[in-house]
């Protein structure tokens, strides 16, 4: 296939997944995964621990080897050349003497950081730290923050990349009511602002319903994929999470669309 | 021969001791201030790389290489940081496509050169006398052609050092994450193991094989107790380091001491880094 065939192909996709199937020690963890990512939404992963979502993600970023093909096509050139990416969590040494400007600026200034940070690099990244609410962690030692507040620090970080493409590996988890509030809203918000495209894997189904434009249900294979309320009915949730999920549709289906201000809640996001 | 006088003028100058009139002592100086500083801020990055192992695996090679040297005729001068690099380049290649633990790979690779190194001295007994200037170093022999090697190769690292430091930094800290922000981790990875198995071959001839992961780590270590950024810590190897060397060749000159140099180098520098745990309780205790 050539160029503008692919572009034509892709037109509302920003990543395409087709037979993806990633074997590891014998074991299959992704099964045959074809799935779509429409450009300019939420899509949310979701499935049950070891399903293999963040291995989808790693997969995505080139971080580990599959068979089959992945297509990221989020701009008109049919590439997604800045990506950012929060991880579910990140391993580091915490003894390492870094502060968090220094962390928010090793990627992108040029002037090596015995010199200092640059001072429109320490505004920037102050810009998105505030973005974040997370101005005070500046100074701070990258090895003493806590888990929520490194979270934080990762989502400025993956934002400061200005991404096409925005991956988090469970974002939400370990922030507290601000934060997912911040995870939730700021990012629909930003989205709509800048139209990056949002992939994100959550085991919340009330933030999932409220925020995702498209789901992707995920137990080694596709489950089902589409807008929310397609996707997560009860059978769908009872095939990839082996229990009854009455809970869904009672209690956090934006049936009463008031408590919801997400995109996926308007109904002609929807269709 | 390079003409190096006027830098040893400026030496005596600086630093008036009695011990360094004497030309062999200058040559050492030099060739201290040059490796000191080189290897403080790779050992920066070592540390942040969790790379100890890694450089000691490369630094035992030496005697493989040197026995190469003896096998195809050729100055230990070319194929002891030549193998080094090739050691070096081979074991990341290894660690990155295999699933094996790194300290796995590094120890198969570390008992290779180690056997072969002891396969080939031992057939002659001559060489085997030779070998013990690898195992204690011998900085006080060091020629001006070595000295000139070692300047290029401090302008090599200077410029990849200021290209890099941002960038080791961040792979140090997460690869994946790095990768994923569009930072070419594999390229930066091959370029510093490559950068690092020459660094620490020259060690070898300043500190011997026993002490140049010290050389390394040490100021680094003592540096992240006194460093409160990423930035601050290459200062602080940096001090370390060179004073640790100025001292230690000098003490090593006095009648009273007499004793190796690589030896009281790392002395020097294993002190700087008791001061700093003492430093980093203190500084603890009135944080909290
Ligand atoms: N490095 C690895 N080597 C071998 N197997 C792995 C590796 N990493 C993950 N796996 C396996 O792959 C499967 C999927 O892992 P993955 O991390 O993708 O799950 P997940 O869906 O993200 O789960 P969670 O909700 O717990 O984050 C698991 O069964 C895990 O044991
Ligand atoms: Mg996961």
Redesign the interface.
Known sequence: MNKPDLLDKYADTAVSFESVTVEREGILILDNVTAMVPRGGCTAIIGPNGAGKTTML?AL???IQYKGFIHATCNINGRC?????V?QR????R?????VT??L???I??K??????RNDMQKRSLAHLASVKSEHLAKR??GALSGGEMQRV?LA??LQ?EPELL?LDEPASGVDFQGEYIFCELLDGLRKEKGFTQLMVSHDLATVTHHATHVICLNHKVAAQGPPRQALTNENLTAIFGMHMGMVDSRSMPDGSAICSGPCCSKDQDA | MPDLSTIYQIISYILPFECLKAGFMQQAMIGLILLAPMAAVMGVQVV?F?MAFFSDAISHSAFAGVALGLIFSVSPHWTMPLFGLLVGLAIMAVQRKSTLSSDTVIGVFFSAVIAFGLAVVSRDRSVARDMQRFLYGDILTISNNDILFLLILFIALLIF??LS???L??I???P????????RVATYQYYFAGLLSLIVMFSVWAVGVLLVTAMLIVPAAAA?NF?????????WALLVSLTSAITGLIISAQDWANTATGATIILVACLWFMISVIFSFIRRDSVS
């Open positions: 790693l970023l080139g971080e050349s800045r990506i950012g990416y991880p990140l391993t580091f040494d003894g390492m003497p870094v502060t220094e962390f600026a090793m990627g200034q040029k090596p950081l015995w010199f200092g940070v030692k990258l990762l970080l993956a990349q991956v | 942040n969790r050092q200021i430091y941002n960038r930094l961040y140090g800290i997460n994946t994450l790095a990768k994923a922000h569009s930072i992240r460093a409160r950024s990423a930035g601050a810590m290459f200062w």
